[in-house]
Structure formats: structure tokens, C-alpha cells
């Protein structure tokens, strides 16, 4: 089973700053990878697969990168709504298809 | 729109058995893998079964084999779950979760979940 480890645990970034959230995986997932954001209460919704390309609706200050075993989500400029959890996801290597354990992106 | 809605979740006491369902509405079901996702109280995300639109495939996390059944009614637009031997550690909101035409993942729509609790 791939292990996916998210850094940091928590992001403390003001409105408007550039926020950047680590994946990295513990064997090679090629560019199968995918972020969730997840709020309060709420179900996930799905922002980038295969490692960069942004889902539908999902706006172009949300950007992934990276391939193997390191992948970066970045949020160019913090809004409101952007304070949430999220996760990454491989699928290159299943079952079962493994999340990382999340990153808290909060106010500062 | 696709809307998927999750039900059969509630107080159940360990060893006992439940049924999940998911409504699905606003995409052709049977063209579809789905899957179920669980969060425990507080942590991450887990996925735990999933489901070839055609059901001829069926995936399970090594935790719940031979205690969960992954099914669906494709004429009903209805994915199922049936968990036996309940354990304390499956007490967790449960997502059903479509996949993209033609793909086992990721996941583009959640429905809002429905949450299981195993306690005595």
C-alpha cells in the first residue's frame, strides 16, 4: 500500500497570500494524483487530477504540480473560501486507492 | 446535475449488520464505477469500496474484506453497502463517490455523506 504523507498539518497564511501544500508519496504514482478541499460539515469536492488539471468550476489561482513521488498544490492568492482541509490522493497503485492524512489551511 | 444521496446510517451495535444506499440522479448510473469513502470523527479520509458500472468488478480495502459487500441496481440508479460484523473503528461518515465516464478514480462527485455508528 502507497503511504501519502501531507506537510505541514496545518497552514496558517493570511487573505490574499500564496499558500503551498506538500504531497509526497512513498513509492512512484506518476502523475496519478489527485487534491480534495474539504469544509466544515461538508463532502470533498474534487480540485486537480492527474497531478495538475484543475477539475470543473475550479478556479486558476488553484494550480498543482509535481510527478513521482512530490507533488505541491498552490493557491496563488487566498480568498475567504479557500480556508479548509485538504487532500491528496493517489491512484496510481491500488487497491486501495490511499489519501494523505490532510492539511489544514487556516486564518492567520 | 449529479446528486447522489446517501441513507441507512445510525446507531448499531457492534457485531451487528447495516445497509447503505445512494441515490444517484443527473447522469447515466450504469456508465459509471462508484465508490464508498469513509471519514472517522475527526480524521482523514479512507476509501473503503467501489464498483464497476457494470458491477462485473468489485474493489474492497484489505480492512473490510469479507465483511463488506459492495453492490448496485442500475435500474434503480442505487449503489449499496452491506457492512456485517460491525466494528467499532467502522464508525465514520460514509460518501458514495462517482468517478469520471471510463475511470475507477478520482472522485468528481461526493454525495453529503451518512454517518454509521458502532457502539454498545
Known amino acids: 500500500e502507497i503511504v501519502m504523507t501531507q506537510s505541514p498539518a496545518t497552514l496558517s497564511v493570511s487573505p490574499g497570500e500564496r499558500a503551498t501544500l506538500s504531497c509526497r508519496a512513498s513509492q512512484s504514482v506518476s502523475s496519478d494524483l489527485a487534491w480534495y478541499q474539504q469544509k466544515p460539515g461538508q463532502a470533498p469536492r474534487l480540485l486537480i487530477y492527474g497531478a495538475s488539471t484543475r477539475a470543473t468550476g475550479i478556479p486558476a489561482r488553484i494550480s498543482g504540480s509535481g510527478s513521482g513521488t512530490e507533488f505541491t498544490l498552490t493557491i496563488s492568492s487566498l480568498q475567504s473560501e479557500d480556508f479548509a482541509v485538504y487532500y491528496c490522493q493517489q491512484y496510481n497503485n491500488w487497491p486501495p486507492w490511499t489519501f494523505g492524512q490532510g492539511t489544514k489551511v487556516q486564518i492567520k | ?120
Open chain 2, 1 to 120: 446535475e449529479v446528486h447522489l444521496l446517501e441513507s441507512g446510517g445510525g446507531l448499531v451495535q457492534p457485531g451487528r449488520s447495516l445497509r447503505l444506499s445512494c441515490a444517484a440522479s443527473g447522469f447515466t448510473f450504469s456508465s459509471y464505477t462508484m465508490s464508498w469513502v469513509r471519514q472517522a470523527p475527526g480524521k482523514g479520509l479512507e476509501w473503503v469500496s467501489g464498483i464497476s458500472g457494470g458491477a462485473s468488478n468489485t474493489y474492497y480495502t484489505d480492512s473490510v474484506k469479507g465483511r463488506f459487500t459492495i453492490s448496485r441496481d442500475n435500474s434503480k440508479n442505487t449503489l449499496y453497502l452491506q457492512m456485517n460484523s460491525l466494528r467499532a473503528e467502522d464508525t465514520a461518515v460514509y460518501y458514495c463517490a462517482k468517478a469520471p465516464r471510463g475511470q475507477l478514480v478520482p472522485f468528481d462527485y461526493w454525495g453529503q455523506g451518512t454517518l454509521v455508528t458502532v457502539s454498545s
